[in-house]
C-alpha cells in the first residue's frame, strides 16, 4: 500500500478506522485483532519492529481484555482452566519481545505468514464440527495449559500478535465450545499482551497519539464484537470467517515477501 501522497495525520486515521473493524470481527473469537493489526500497520508503511509489532501487541491487550469483561459478564470464561496458560503466557512473553530486534524483518514476516495460515487451516478444519464441550480433569488442564500458555505468550510477543491465535484452535479441538473458548482465549491473551507490550514498551517501542487513537478504535470495536458474539453470532459462522480471514493475511504475506 502506497501512501505516500498521504499526510501522517490521515494515516492515523485510516489506522483507527480498520482497527475499529478488526477489532469488532477478532473479539468474537476473544482474540487481540494482532493477526491483523501487524500486517495492516506494515500495510500502512509505519515501521514493523518499533511501531507495528509493539502497537499490535497493545491493541491485542485492550481488544481482548475489553471483550474479556464483556464474555465473564455472560459467565463465558473458564477462570480456573485458563489461569495456568495465563500465567506460563505472562511469564514467556517478555523473551519473545526482547528477541524480536534481533530476528530478520524477513523471518519475522515468514513467520507470521506460516502460523496464521497454520491457525486458518485449524479454525475451517474445526467450523463444522458438532460442539461437545467436555470438561477437562484438573491435571490435563494444567499441563495444556503451561505448555499452551508458554509457546502463545513467547510467540506472540515475539511477532505481535497476543498468540490468540494458537489458542482459540486448540480449546476447540479440546472440547471447548466456540463461545466458552472465544471468552477463554480472551482471558488468556490479555496477561500475554500486556506483558509482551510492557517489554517492548520498556525499549522505548511506541507512538502516542497512534497508540491513543487506535486503542480508542479498539476499544469500540471489541465491544460491539463481543456483544455479537454473545447474543447473535452463529459459532460455525465466526469460525469460517476467521478462517477466511487469516488465510487471506497469511497469502498476501508470502506474496509479498516472494515479489520481495
Not at 127 to 134: I, L, S, Y
Amino acid at each position: 500500500m502506497d501512501l505516500s501522497g498521504v499526510d501522517l495525520g490521515a494515516t492515523h486515521l485510516i489506522a483507527s478506522g480498520l482497527v475499529f473493524v478488526v477489532a469488532g470481527v477478532f473479539a468474537m473469537l476473544g482474540l487481540g485483532g494482532g493477526m491483523l493489526y501487524v500486517p495492516l500497520f506494515k500495510w500502512l508503511e509505519l515501521p514493523l519492529k518499533t511501531v507495528a509489532i509493539p502497537l499490535g501487541l497493545l491493541l491485542n491487550g485492550v481488544t481482548s481484555a475489553s471483550a474479556l469483561a464483556r464474555y465473564a459478564r455472560e459467565g463465558l470464561v473458564d477462570f480456573r482452566g485458563g489461569l495456568p496458560a495465563a500465567l506460563a503466557a505472562m511469564a514467556m512473553a517478555p523473551l519473545g519481545a526482547h528477541l524480536t530486534q534481533s530476528v530478520p524483518k524477513d523471518v519475522l514476516i515468514g513467520l507470521f505468514a506460516a502460523l496464521t495460515a497454520m491457525a486458518g487451516f485449524f479454525s475451517l478444519r474445526g467450523a463444522g464440527r458438532e460442539e461437545t464441550p467436555e470438561p477437562m480433569s484438573p491435571r490435563r488442564r494444567m499441563a495444556i495449559g503451561l505448555a499452551l500458555g508458554g509457546g502463545e505468550g513467547f510467540v506472540g510477543a515475539l511477532l505481535g500478535v497476543g498468540g490468540g491465535f494458537i489458542v482459540a484452535p486448540v480449546l476447540m479441538m479440546l472440547g471447548f465450545g466456540a463461545k466458552q473458548a472465544a471468552g477463554t482465549t480472551a482471558f488468556i491473551v490479555t496477561f500475554a499482551s500486556v506483558s509482551g507490550f510492557a517489554a517492548h514498551a520498556a525499549e522505548g517501542h511506541i507512538e502516542p497519539l497512534l497508540a491513543a487513537l487506535t486503542v480508542i478504535a479498539a476499544l469500540a470495536g471489541s465491544q460491539l464484537g463481543a456483544w455479537f458474539m454473545a447474543k447473535r453470532a452463529k459459532p460455525g459462522w465466526v469460525k469460517r470467517l476467521y478462517a477466511v480471514l487469516l488465510l487471506g493475511v497469511a497469502a498476501k504475506l508470502i506474496f509479498d515477501i516472494v515479489r520481495g
